[in-house]
């Protein structure tokens, strides 16, 4: 789970009939009224789902429909908006109707799949951005809050996005301009990821159905600069709410993001490329039982094996710490554990920190400067 949420980009495939037999994604942009709007749609050739936005807000509002030859009709259950359009070459025309009845002209016009201008085409996001993204990020303002001092010598900005009122910070001072420069490159990839997220979970009613997206961790010295991010949301016709954390990390000296691997490596040789065949392997049968043994030795109390049936944090099991968030504090590394459904609440233990007099042993060359 390292990048929050899961990056809950929609990716939408448009097909045939009305759409496009190719069956490639398709956006629109438009009006109803004088309101600019962009939507996008995925369907065969008699249903259709999707979601549209409008630009100020920029919340997702999910659409179901039907196809019957040029006419597509299509209305949300979250909010009673209902739409009749007509295709005529590259555009869609019609009326919008609101739940109270009120009726508006639509017009839509079909998107070129990668004519979108990217709004950061200096942030490298995990997954590339779809148009329908880029247009909903390109109206994002940030908007400038307190300063505040860490440590007496970091100073960060504090920005918000004003409809979502999520936070974020920057790194200003404190490190040469390089570093800066590249460390707030990633630290924005982060936050502008997580407002698309945001605006992408439904919560039912034209809301958002992010309860929770707020800095919880935040770690800076000489050489990193380490922070978590904590979520919980509900999105529309999910089976159920959820929530997680998301650690990011970075070398201070170069300004580079850093892999687990970087700080705690228990392996021999080469270590593997994240999201390899050897990586998973690594994480599975090395790691996670290396960090339960580790464990066991610094916190025998909460290490021991439950008891009661009823208890299902059992923090024994190595399947728990294979995959989970982690990131640096000023006590060491933090290591999350990742239950089941029905034993979430066991996740991430406040207690589970390997200290840096230990992280010192297994990598003497990086925490020893």
Same mark, same amino acid.
């Given at each position: 789970?390292?990048?929050?949420?899961?990056?809950?980009?929609?990716?939408?495939?448009?097909?045939?009939?009305?759409?496009?037999?190719?069956?490639?994604?398709?956006? *629109?942009?438009?009006?109803?009224?004088?309101?600019?709007?962009?939507?996008?749609?995925?369907?065969?050739?008699?249903? *259709?789902?999707?979601?549209?936005?409008?630009?100020?807000?920029?919340?997702?509002?999910?659409?179901?429909?039907?196809?019957?030859?040029?006419?597509?009709?299509?209305?949300?259950?979250?909010?009673?908006?209902?739409?009749?359009?007509?295709?005529?070459?590259?555009?869609?025309?019609?009326?919008?109707?609101?739940?109270?009845?009120?009726?508006?002209?639509?017009? *839509?016009?079909?998107?070129?799949?990668?004519?979108?201008?990217?709004?950061?085409?200096?942030?490298?996001?995990?997954?590339?951005?779809?148009?329908?993204?880029?247009?909903?990020?390109?109206?994002?303002?940030?908007?400038?809050?307190?300063?505040?001092?860490?440590?007496?010598?970091?100073?960060?900005?504090?920005?918000?996005?004003?409809?979502?009122?999520?936070?974020?910070?920057?790194?200003?001072?404190? =490190?040469?301009?390089?570093?800066?420069?590249?460390?707030?490159?990633?630290?924005?990839?982060?936050? =502008?990821?997580?407002?698309?997220?945001?605006?992408?979970?439904?919560?039912?009613?034209?809301?958002?159905?992010?309860?929770?997206?707020?800095?919880?961790?935040?770690?800076?010295?000489?050489?990193?600069?380490?922070?978590?991010?904590?979520?919980?949301?509900?999105?529309?016709?999910?089976?159920?709410?959820?929530?997680?954390?998301?650690?990011?990390?970075?070398?201070?000296?170069?300004?580079?993001?850093?892999?687990?691997?970087?700080?705690?490596?228990?392996?021999?040789?080469?270590?593997?490329?994240?999201?390899?065949?050897?990586?998973?392997?690594?994480?599975?049968?090395?790691?996670?039982?290396?960090?339960?043994?580790?464990?066991?030795?610094? =916190?025998?109390?909460?290490?021991?094996?439950?008891?009661?049936?009823?208890?299902?944090?059992?923090?024994?099991?190595?399947?728990?710490?294979?995959?989970?968030?982690? =990131?640096?504090?000023?006590?060491?590394?933090?290591?999350?554990?990742?239950?089941?459904?029905?034993?979430?609440?066991?996740?991430?233990?406040?207690?589970?920190?390997?200290?840096?007099?230990?992280?010192?042993?297994?990598?003497?060359? *990086?925490?020893?400067?």
């Amino acid at each position: 789970m390292k990048k929050l949420v899961q990056q809950l980009f929609l990716y939408f495939c448009f097909t045939i009939l009305v759409f496009n037999a190719s069956g490639q994604s398709v956006t *629109l942009q438009g009006t109803i009224g004088k309101y600019p709007i962009v939507m996008e749609f995925e369907g065969d050739e008699s249903s *259709l789902y999707g979601t549209y936005f409008y630009k100020k807000f920029k919340q997702d509002i999910p659409l179901t429909g039907s196809v019957s030859g040029n006419l597509i009709r299509l209305a949300s259950e979250d909010t009673g908006d209902k739409f009749s359009l007509t295709k005529n070459g590259d555009t869609y025309v019609g009326t919008y109707k609101n739940a109270k009845g009120a009726s508006l002209a639509v017009q *839509l016009t079909i998107v070129n799949g990668g004519s979108v201008k990217n709004p950061f085409p200096h942030l490298k996001f995990e997954r590339a951005l779809s148009d329908y993204s880029k247009l909903r990020l390109a109206e994002v303002k940030l908007v400038p809050g307190k300063q505040e001092v860490v440590s007496k010598k970091y100073t960060l900005q504090w920005y918000s996005e004003p409809t979502s009122k999520l936070t974020m910070f920057k790194v200003v001072a404190g =490190y040469p301009e390089n570093i800066l420069k590249s460390v707030n490159q990633i630290i924005d990839r982060d936050f =502008y990821a997580n407002i698309e997220a945001y605006f992408s979970c439904a919560g039912g009613n034209g809301s958002s159905g992010f309860d929770i997206m707020e800095v919880s961790s935040c770690f800076l010295n000489d050489q990193f600069i380490s922070y978590c991010i904590n979520s919980s949301w509900y999105c529309n016709r999910a089976a159920h709410p959820d929530f997680g954390e998301s650690g990011t990390t970075i070398n201070a000296k170069t300004g580079k993001e850093m892999e687990l691997e970087d700080v705690l490596w228990f392996g021999k040789g080469v270590k593997p490329k994240r999201d390899s065949d050897g990586w998973y392997k690594y994480r599975s049968d090395v790691f996670a039982p290396k960090v339960v043994e580790l464990f066991k030795k610094l =916190y025998p109390v909460e290490m021991q094996k439950p008891t009661d049936k009823d208890d299902y944090c059992d923090y024994t099991d190595p399947e728990v710490w294979d995959f989970g968030v982690w =990131y640096l504090t000023d006590k060491g590394l933090y290591l999350g554990a990742y239950f089941y459904r029905a034993a979430r609440p066991c996740d991430n233990p406040e207690w589970s920190v390997v200290p840096y007099t230990v992280l010192k042993k297994y990598n003497p060359t *990086l925490f020893n400067k």
